[in-house]
């Protein structure tokens, strides 16, 4: 190249992500959270399989403060990966694509998100 | 601009890596699976005491033993076929890239089995 200083577009490091593409890449980044989130989920199922003193060794984790926010942290990746991706199948079939509609549903998507996690939390706290 | 795809290839329609649209339609249709599951496992653990008697007991039932193992083979497909995505996308070098991807597809394909086997020993009470 022998213009290097062309400008290039997107200039990631300047330009002001829209909302939507912001979710896009949030969207990769829980996925991948998510996933390994559930190798420790799949690990304390299998410390559960393992035995029952096995698991209350672990159980004071859970509910800690650590715990804790990974659980919270878990379910409220889950719920936007969720709705985001709800987002993404109405999309595949041909639904949303107008720009009003791509904002309203990026923040529907956020506001659904934060509903379920919330509802989550209190259904956990008052069980 | 001249068209170097053979007849054949075209009508065929697998592109250059081979299998078409497949990933992309398995990634849709593991996602619609686990709609329901998502909410149920959510709000079904939520409401759940998290001591062991109490969570072995709910696995124990043959629906919620079914409904898991459904959950968890979905859930790591999904997995696999996601990291797939983005490693091919971040990684660039092709050996680093092979590499990385048996490493990730061997961890789902692993996680995957230990998550139903633990299901299945609960539910058979060993």
């Known amino acids: ?127 | 601009m001249t068209d170097f795809r053979s007849p054949l290839s075209r009508v065929k329609g697998l592109g250059s890596a081979k299998d078409g649209t497949s990933h992309f339609w398995r990634q849709r249709l593991t996602s619609l699976l686990m709609i329901p599951l998502v909410l149920w496992i959510g709000f079904s653990l939520a409401a759940l005491p998290v001591d062991h008697a109490t969570l072995t007991g709910w696995i124990q039932q043959t629906w919620v033993t079914i409904a898991l193992i459904l959950l968890i083979i979905v859930t790591f497909y999904h997995a696999q076929l996601g990291l797939q995505v983005i490693i091919e996308d971040y990684v660039s070098s092709h050996s680093r890239r092979t590499v990385i991807l048996l490493l990730s597809n061997l961890a789902c394909l692993l996680l995957g089995t230990i998550g139903v086997v633990s299901v299945l020993k609960i539910s058979f009470g060993a």
């Not at chain 1, 912001?22 to 393992?50: K, P, Y």
């Not at chain 1, 659980?71 to 993404?88: A, D, E, P, Q, T």
């Open chain 1, 1 to 127: 190249m022998s213009n290097s200083n062309h400008p290039t577009s997107p200039h990631l490091q300047i330009y002001r992500l829209p909302l939507t593409a912001l979710l896009s890449i949030t969207h990769r980044i829980t996925g991948v959270i998510l996933a390994f989130g559930c190798l420790l989920l799949v690990w304390i199922l299998a410390v559960a399989a393992d035995s029952a003193e096995a698991y209350q060794a672990i159980e004071p984790h859970l509910g800690s403060w650590y715990g804790q926010i990974f659980l919270l942290g878990f379910i409220f990746s889950l719920y936007l990966h969720f709705c985001n991706g709800v987002r993404h199948l109405f999309w595949d079939v041909g639904y949303g694509f107008e720009l009003e509609v791509v904002d309203i549903t990026a923040k529907l998507a956020i506001a659904m998100a934060v509903i379920l996690t919330i509802a989550t939390w209190v259904v956990a706290g008052v069980a």
